[in-house]
């Protein structure tokens, strides 16, 4: 799979903060809560209500907002049993004391009806007079009741002009049931946050948090795949090269977008509905503040082709093929042909170990080798050598010595041996060696020998040692 760059349209926000802490130096626009208080949420969920965990949840999350953060709160269903308008702003989008908020919460007794479509209009509205910008955040446990459609009064609003930004937090929700949140949330440049219990409610309000409306619209866009279909996956960026971390987004199963100045970036891409399958690192790539950037990536399993060449020719060698975390996944030799891996898609580092050749470069790390889904990824090595063959004589004939091959460099013995009546002969990377060389005693001879030569890449070297 291929990364894709596709103009879209023009970029003309300018960067703000990726998220809001108690110590913004800015106003931030206003964050509008829609809770959940139809007769539903008296549900039990972990020993507790849904009522009793949304409350807390929503109450410890508002709290690291900034201190300057306006936060309203409607509420639906919390009034009258059956009542499809009973809708009621119980604190106004001017309010900026976190405790209101959460008393007002706490005080909520479910009750009635689920007017999803309602409930926007009348927060949408609100803005429409106000002439405000607002992040609005829909938390609700069941589906819409009321025959009303949220996902076409947010299209119409947003074809209106009115700014805003809708989340939806689906907590506890059953599968199936979610398309129409989930088409809210896309039309109003938002998220679907599916919270199955207590840790994913409060998950979803964290990511809510940095994803307000005053976040510029995002220029790079993620699609993620496995076998086909969408996967939920986690996005960082950081500029190439380095681990600064420059922002960072989460797919939900959809082309999710993250704004990235204009820059080259290195993005890392980590499924989360396989824990198993290796993150997959994009390098450099290259971001626009006027046109809009998409990386595509499948999960799918892929092969590595792996070639070991040595002047060019095919080389054995063994291969070790390493994950992100540095852990074993694969390997085997290549005996001089090209060798195929088949791994998750991810993005790995390979090790390979030359045989039969000496030296310092008989190993190399090959970093950043991604595989993509249903793809082969080359990767090709080749190293150097010349050879060098020793022979120690006495009385006009091999005789049997110690030999001791050093790089003069790193004074890093690199190989040798016994000559016994055949010499030394090795494969040798390129460099400058000091030979040493020891006569046994049972040859005759005694002493030591030493001299210096240099091997060239495809050179072949004899040294001789006369005793």
């Known amino acids: 799979m291929k990364q894709l760059a596709v103009i879209f349209c023009a970029l003309i926000f300018s960067f703000q903060s990726n998220s809001q802490t108690k110590q913004a130096p800015e106003v931030p626009s206003p964050i509008i809560f829609i809770y959940d208080a139809s007769g539903s949420m008296w549900g039990q969920m972990e020993g507790k209500t849904k009522m009793e965990i949304a409350s807390s949840v929503l109450s410890s999350s508002i709290d690291n907002f900034a201190e300057n953060q306006k936060i309203g709160l409607v509420a639906y269903g919390h009034r009258k049993k059956g009542d499809c308008q009973d809708v009621e702003t119980l604190i106004p989008i001017t309010n900026t004391s976190k405790s209101q908020v959460a008393s007002a919460v706490k005080s909520i007794k479910p009750l009635g009806m689920t007017p999803l479509a309602y ?36 299209k119409a609003a947003k074809k209106e002009g009115i700014d805003f930004k809708l989340h939806i937090v689906g907590f506890g929700l059953k599968a199936g049931e979610t398309a129409q949140l989930e088409c809210a949330a896309k039309a109003g440049d938002g998220h679907y946050y599916d919270a199955a219990d207590a840790s994913g409610l409060s998950e979803a309000m964290t990511e809510v948090a940095s994803e307000t409306v005053d976040k510029p619209k995002g220029n790079h866009g993620v699609y993620a795949t496995m076998n086909g279909k969408p996967i939920d996956a986690l996005v960082t960026a950081y500029k190439a090269g380095t681990k600064n971390k420059a922002g960072g987004t989460r797919t939900y199963r959809d082309t999710s977008f993250v704004y990235l100045p204009q820059e080259t970036y290195d993005l890392e891409i980590r ?197």
């Open 119 to 154: 409930s926007a209009e009348m927060v949408i509205d609100q803005l429409r007079k106000s002439k405000e910008k607002a992040t609005i955040v829909l938390i609700t446990d069941g589906i819409e009741s009321c025959d009303g459609n949220i996902c076409d009064v947010v």
């Open 271 to 467: 499924p989360l509905e396989n824990s198993r399958v290796e993150p997959i690192v994009l390098k450099d790539i290259r971001t626009s503040n006027d046109k809009k950037t998409y990386s595509i990536i499948s999960f799918d399993g892929g092969k590595f082709a792996v070639s070991t060449t040595n002047n060019g020719e095919g080389w054995d060698c063994t291969v070790k093929i390493l994950n992100a975390d540095g852990k074993t996944v694969g390997g085997g030799r290549t005996y001089g042909r090209t060798k195929e891996f088949e791994l998750n898609a991810g993005t790995y580092s390979i090790v390979l170990q030359a045989i039969n050749l000496n030296g310092t470069d008989t190993k190399a790390t090959v970093e950043n080798n991604v595989i993509t889904g249903g793809e082969t990824t080359d990767v090709a090595y080749n190293f150097e050598s010349g050879t060098l063959e020793v022979l120690p004589m006495g009385g006009g004939k091999l005789i049997d010595c110690t030999v001791n091959v050093i790089e003069v460099n790193s004074r890093t013995s690199v190989g040798g041996g016994r000559s016994y009546d055949h010499g030394v002969k090795m494969n040798i990377n390129p460099g400058t060696y000091e030979i040493k060389v020891r006569a046994l005693k049972k040859t005759g001879f005694s002493g030591d020998k030493s001299t210096t030569i240099t091997v060239k890449k495809g050179e072949d070297v004899k040294q001789t040692f006369n005793y």
